[in-house]
């Protein structure tokens, strides 16, 4: 099965490949697992107080098509607020990407990475503003 060129783009070379600090309050971590493959992704992004994401970071272990939706996603993302990040849909990537049908599920492990990160980072927020001042 051939890959489209965009994938192989992305895939040859990943955009915002990496880590960010965990412990950073505005960082929220999403980690995934397609149960088809094993596959897993794990999608890092730094949301602003304000719910703007200023940088992304992903850690994929899995197929091309995987690490290509990761790269593409983590490219979307960056400067869009949490509202429409959440409006990125695997049909978007798949589209983009021009994944076959077998490798659609690659395309929705990174949606599912976006809201697992920024329900991460939700649920901080939400716990440090229970703490007292
Ligand atoms: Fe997981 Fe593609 S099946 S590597
Ligand atoms: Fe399983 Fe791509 S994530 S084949």
């Known amino acids: 099965m051939a890959?489209?060129?965009k994938v192989?783009?992305?895939?040859e070379n990943?955009?915002?490949v990496g880590s960010l600090d965990k412990a950073d309050p505005n960082v929220g971590t999403g980690l995934v697992g397609a149960p088809?493959?094993?596959d897993v992704m794990r999608l890092q992004l730094k949301i602003t107080d304000e719910g703007i994401i200023e940088d992304a970071r992903f850690k994929?272990?899995?197929c091309g098509s995987a690490i290509a939706s990761s790269s593409l996603v983590s490219e979307w993302v960056k400067g869009k607020t949490v509202d429409e990040a959440l409006t990125i849909s695997n049909k978007d990537?798949?589209?983009e990407l021009a994944l076959p049908p077998v490798k659609i599920h690659c395309s929705v492990l990174a949606e599912d990475a976006i809201k697992a990160a920024i329900d991460d980072f939700k649920k901080k927020r939400d716990a440090?503003?229970?703490q007292p001042a």
């Open 60 to 62: 994929t272990f899995g």
């Open 3 to 5: 890959y489209s060129d």
């Open 8 to 11: 192989i783009d992305h895939y």
């Open 93 to 95: 990537v798949a589209r």
């Open 36 to 38: 088809a493959c094993g």
């Open 14 to 16: 990943p955009r915002n």
């Open 128 to 130: 440090r503003r229970q």
